[in-house]
């Protein structure tokens, strides 16, 4: 009689049962490395050991083609957030927030908000760079974005990845800490799991490193295994193995926290790196809108639910967690705004054949020669813009005018199958299918531009 009269309730939408739902769902964990290349780790035939990374390949599915949000740090950022190109978010490149209005929008839906409304309880920790406040100006903060708990830096780890000083927790700094940046951020991410987050709820966790994003620095015994310690490149290799057994640790708790079939995590990088060395030969590095900059690690682990032990081939990337998370979850996806990532989920639950992309993947960045990419199936197609900018490395808002006229040049077309390195583009040889990739960038681009905020208004 009682669940006869709950279902009455439920059909008349007399009853909701969001916290109740909750509690069978999976908890969300992100695991964002910074400036990571696509052939720095281990199971993507990198340098540097890293088993706890290489677990959670084996346990689930790699994408051999999984892409950024961006070539730079903010507005890959806050693709992954918003499953929403960047600009559409207000993100047009690195934010330096004391010189620009710049920041995630908070008219966004991020993934935190998604999540929260279907019953989780949130934390961030780690490197955030979507905007925080400053003496002059008024910024939004995670927990304006859906976090009911953060410890983040806006930028990178300061003075270095070493003993760093600049952490502010739910807006109170922190001042100088002893260790290391990956292993402080995963000790935060312990405590938070053990004394503040609702144990009656599922949670989403993201866990946002700062290595190996210069300025770096790792422990002298870790360095020893790659090189001499005062070898830039083995001090490189050293922060990511650093990391990696920081993520041992942080599994190792997840696992004691929950069953590990009830834990659902995301592996990826913000952009490529900035080593021409760990790109695996892709063309570009950071900054750059070629594969080298854009192409990095992405893994999906569900025990239970995710196929094991998947090698991927369809192009992916950080736009499509948020679809991905609300297909494999259940949850609705925000509704009232264009969403440029798409579901992966059948192809993590075995039946790619049933997976649909419907636009193709898109990056912009006023500053990367070429400026504009789309990647639509084995293509790749770039153009570089008609304008030029001032030489700073800077955003500067002033210039958002010319990066939304959308006029572009040079027009080059790749086959990333036969050419993954992109060194011979085959425009001419293929004029109607250039002409069919030009109307879709120019699409995209357009309904991107329209959406963009004018922040050299204000």
């Given at each position: 009689?009682?669940?006869?009269?709950?279902?009455?309730?439920?059909?008349?939408?007399?009853?909701?049962?969001?916290?109740?739902?909750?509690?069978?769902?999976?908890?969300?964990?992100?695991?964002?490395?910074?400036?990571?290349?696509?052939?720095?780790?281990?199971?993507?035939?990198?340098?540097?050991?890293?088993?706890?990374?290489?677990?959670?390949?084996?346990?689930?599915?790699?994408?051999?083609?999984?892409?950024?949000?961006?070539?730079?740090?903010?507005?890959?950022?806050?693709?992954?957030?918003?499953?929403?190109?960047?600009?559409?978010?207000?993100?047009?490149?690195?934010?330096?927030?004391?010189?620009?209005?710049?920041?995630?929008?908070?008219?966004?839906?991020?993934?935190?908000?998604?999540?929260?409304?279907?019953?989780?309880?949130?934390?961030?920790?780690?490197?955030?760079?979507?905007?925080?406040?400053?003496?002059?100006?008024?910024?939004?903060?995670?927990?304006?974005?859906?976090?009911?708990?953060?410890?983040?830096?806006?930028?990178?780890?300061?003075?270095?990845?070493?003993?760093?000083?600049?952490?502010?927790?739910?807006?109170?700094?922190?001042?100088?800490?002893?260790?290391?940046?990956?292993?402080?951020?995963?000790?935060?991410?312990?405590?938070?799991?053990?004394?503040?987050?609702?144990?009656?709820?599922?949670?989403?966790?993201?866990?946002?490193?700062?290595?190996?994003?210069?300025?770096?620095?790792?422990?002298?015994?870790?360095?020893?295994?790659?090189?001499?310690?005062?070898?830039?490149?083995?001090?490189?290799?050293?922060?990511?193995?650093?990391?990696?057994?920081?993520?041992?640790?942080?599994?190792?708790?997840?696992?004691?926290?929950?069953?590990?079939?009830?834990?659902?995590?995301?592996?990826?990088?913000?952009?490529?790196?900035?080593?021409?060395?760990?790109?695996?030969?892709?063309?570009?590095?950071?900054?750059?809108?070629?594969?080298?900059?854009?192409?990095?690690?992405?893994?999906?682990?569900?025990?239970?639910?995710?196929?094991?032990?998947?090698?991927?081939?369809?192009?992916?990337?950080?736009?499509?967690?948020?679809?991905?998370?609300?297909?494999?979850?259940?949850?609705?996806?925000?509704?009232?705004?264009?969403?440029?990532?798409?579901?992966?989920?059948?192809?993590?639950?075995?039946?790619?054949?049933?997976?649909?992309?419907?636009?193709?993947?898109?990056?912009?960045?006023?500053?990367?020669?070429?400026?504009?990419?789309?990647?639509?199936?084995?293509?790749?197609?770039t153009a570089d813009p008609v304008y030029e900018l001032s030489t700073s490395n800077m955003f500067k808002e002033a210039w958002i005018p010319r990066i939304k006229s959308g006029k572009y040049k040079n027009y080059q077309l790749f086959d990333l199958e036969k050419d993954p390195n992109q060194t011979t583009n085959i425009a001419e040889k293929q004029p109607d299918l250039l002409?069919?990739?030009?109307?879709?960038?120019?699409?995209?681009?357009?309904?991107?531009?329209?959406?963009?905020?004018?922040?050299?208004?204000?």
């Amino acid at each position: 009689m009682r669940l006869m009269l709950m279902g009455c309730l439920l059909l008349c939408g007399l009853l909701r049962l969001p916290s109740a739902f909750a509690a069978d769902r999976p908890n969300v964990v992100v695991l964002l490395a910074d400036d990571l290349g696509y052939r720095d780790v281990g199971c993507y035939g990198g340098p540097v050991k890293t088993p706890a990374i290489d677990s959670l390949a084996a346990g689930g599915v790699r994408f051999t083609d999984f892409y950024s949000g961006c070539a730079v740090c903010s507005p890959s950022r806050a693709t992954l957030l918003t499953g929403r190109h960047h600009i559409r978010a207000g993100v047009y490149s690195w934010i330096h927030d004391a010189s620009q209005n710049s920041h995630l929008l908070q008219r966004e839906v991020t993934l935190a908000e998604v999540l929260k409304q279907a019953g989780y309880a949130t934390a961030h920790v780690g490197k955030w760079h979507l905007g925080l406040p400053t003496g002059q100006r008024k910024k939004p903060t995670p927990a304006d974005h859906g976090f009911d708990y953060w410890f983040a830096t806006w930028n990178n780890a300061g003075p270095s990845h070493r003993n760093p000083n600049n952490f502010i927790r739910n807006g109170k700094p922190v001042g100088p800490m002893q260790g290391y940046a990956c292993q402080l951020v995963v000790d935060e991410a312990i405590t938070w799991l053990d004394k503040h987050r609702d144990a009656d709820k599922p949670f989403y966790l993201n866990v946002w490193f700062h290595e190996p994003h210069a300025p770096i620095a790792a422990p002298d015994e870790i360095v020893k295994q790659y090189g001499n310690v005062k070898d830039r490149a083995a001090v490189y290799s050293g922060t990511i193995d650093n990391t990696d057994r920081a993520i041992a640790r942080l599994l190792k708790k997840l696992a004691e926290v929950d069953k590990s079939q009830n834990t659902l995590i995301v592996y990826a990088s913000d952009n490529g790196s900035y080593r021409e060395d760990r790109t695996g030969d892709l063309r570009g590095r950071k900054g750059s809108n070629w594969d080298g900059g854009i192409r990095v690690p992405g893994i999906f682990h569900w025990p239970g639910r995710i196929k094991q032990g998947v090698v991927a081939g369809e192009p992916a990337g950080l736009v499509d967690v948020l679809p991905t998370v609300c297909g494999l979850l259940g949850l609705p996806k925000p509704a009232d705004r264009h969403l440029d990532g798409s579901d992966l989920s059948p192809i993590l639950l075995g039946e790619p054949k049933r997976f649909f992309r419907h636009q193709p993947l898109y990056w912009h960045l006023q500053k990367s020669r070429p400026i504009v990419v789309i990647r639509d199936g084995r293509y790749s197609l770039t153009a570089d813009p008609v304008y030029e900018l001032s030489t700073s490395n800077m955003f500067k808002e002033a210039w958002i005018p010319r990066i939304k006229s959308g006029k572009y040049k040079n027009y080059q077309l790749f086959d990333l199958e036969k050419d993954p390195n992109q060194t011979t583009n085959i425009a001419e040889k293929q004029p109607d299918l250039l002409a069919q990739l030009k109307k879709k960038l120019h699409d995209i681009n357009a309904s991107v531009m329209a959406d963009g905020h004018d922040w050299h208004l204000k």
